[in-house]
């Protein structure tokens, strides 16, 4: 069974940085895409960003132009780099991977975006 471990999450303050990360157990190139949802507290959960086995990337609009999603093959490993971080970014971020129907989440990592 897939299993996906997220890190990296934790409180920033506005403008600031961080870098998630979500380990795969499996090789990421199994999977048809890898992707970053954010669930913001009364919100629906909603997709930040997506990477498919090609290389091509989605950015949610909310975020575009400052995020970026990456991978590492090597480290079964793919990465979400939040640059300016606002307030209304805080939430659970968590990761999933998709083959064809077939999808497996992340536990999730809560970010605080807080001055």
């Known amino acids: 069974q897939v299993q996906l471990v997220e890190s990296g999450g934790g409180s920033v303050q506005p403008g600031g940085s961080l870098r998630l990360s979500c380990s795969a157990s499996?090789?990421?190139?199994?999977?048809?895409?890898m992707g970053w949802y954010r669930q913001a507290p009364g919100k629906e959960r909603e997709l930040v960003a997506l990477?498919?086995?090609?290389?091509?990337?989605n950015y949610g609009d909310s975020v575009k132009g400052r995020i970026m999603i990456s991978r590492d093959g090597a480290k079964k490993t793919v990465y979400l780099k939040m640059n300016n971080l606002k307030p209304e970014t805080t939430g659970v971020y968590c990761c999933?991977?998709?083959?064809?129907?077939?999808?497996?989440w992340g536990q999730g990592v809560l970010v605080t975006v807080s001055s």
């Open positions: 499996e090789n990421i190139f199994f999977f048809n895409d």
């Open positions: 990477i498919n086995v090609g290389g091509a990337t």
């Open positions: 999933r991977a998709r083959v064809v129907t077939n999808t497996t």
